[in-house]
């Protein structure tokens, strides 16, 4: 079989967000649609109609028919499109669908990560609760600085994984709901990737395409480094937010605890 020799790829331009859709042509004008990712950060007004608007595009371009659809990982800016336009996707036939060993539901060190995923953005959303609701009418200039300063930085943080700002308790985590669509297709194959046993991927239907898989990597130590060095460039964050989310929890169960994640000046007792 003639290697595939001609690709047209379109990025589009939905605002802060990503999504690629690859078109592979084959013999004979045949077509090989990979879409990756699909999704914008902002929650505002508007952008559901953006991505409403680029899911219908994709249809149109692919005639309905996604070969292998990518969901790379769990931010918002990469998946929301897949809840905002979920009707559209559904109408759509998709032959198989990629994600990380991360998402597979049958995966028991997967599971025990999403177990503390969940735990540690319970404990975020419970902080932002009592922070919001705050009384600041005693505080000082400096201590109504950083109240507003800590909201923010709530807010940039929900933003990630499609939480209701208003109200984070009704939306724990709308990327993994983004994910679960995903998952409860019935008429796609979902195939969970790791680059231990996925290094290289060669599909019969792209001759002469190599597609790696990078990562995450399937095994703790190596999620946990968080400085790169000579021998070893690619490092994760997962350490650094489970020690982030640990901290929180101290802040919230014991107001002793000095691994709190708030300067004394910035706290007040209940």
């Not at 859709?21 to 084959?26: A, K």
């Not at 998402?103 to 932002?128: G, I, M, R, V």
Request: positive net charge; glycine residues 4%; proline residues 4%.
């Amino acid at each position: 079989m003639k290697p595939i020799d001609k690709v047209k790829i379109r990025m589009y331009r939905q605002g802060l967000g990503d999504c690629f859709l690859l078109t592979f042509y084959g013999e004979k004008d045949s077509k090989f649609n990979l879409l990756i990712d699909c999704g914008v950060l902002s929650k505002a007004k508007g952008y559901e109609d953006k991505m409403i608007k680029v899911a219908k595009d994709i249809k149109t371009v692919t005639e309905g028919k996604i070969d292998v659809l990518v969901a790379t990982h769990e931010h918002w800016d990469h998946l929301s499109g897949f809840l905002q336009a979920q009707s559209i996707f559904d109408s759509m036939k998709i032959e198989k669908i990629w994600m990380a060993w991360t998402e597979d539901p049958n995966d028991s060190f997967a599971k025990k990560l999403k177990t503390s995923h969940t735990d540690k953005l319970k404990a975020l959303t419970l902080a932002y609760k009592k922070l919001k609701t705050q009384p600041t009418d005693n505080f000082n200039l400096r201590q109504k600085k950083g109240h507003s300063k800590y909201l923010n930085a709530f807010d940039s943080f929900f933003n990630f994984f499609g939480i209701d700002r208003e109200d984070p308790t009704l939306n724990i985590n709308g990327t993994a709901d983004a994910f679960d669509t995903l998952r409860n297709r019935k008429k796609s194959d979902k195939v969970f990737l790791e680059p231990a046993t996925n290094q290289v991927i060669e599909l019969t239907e792209l001759p002469g395409i190599r597609i790696y898989v990078l990562g995450p990597p399937k095994d703790s130590k190596a999620l946990k480094t968080m400085n790169p060095s000579k021998t070893k460039s690619e490092v994760y964050e997962l350490n650094y937010n489970l020690s982030l989310g640990e901290s929180f929890n101290s802040a919230l169960i014991s107001e002793k605890d000095t691994n709190k994640p708030f300067d004394n000046k910035e706290c007040r007792s209940e």
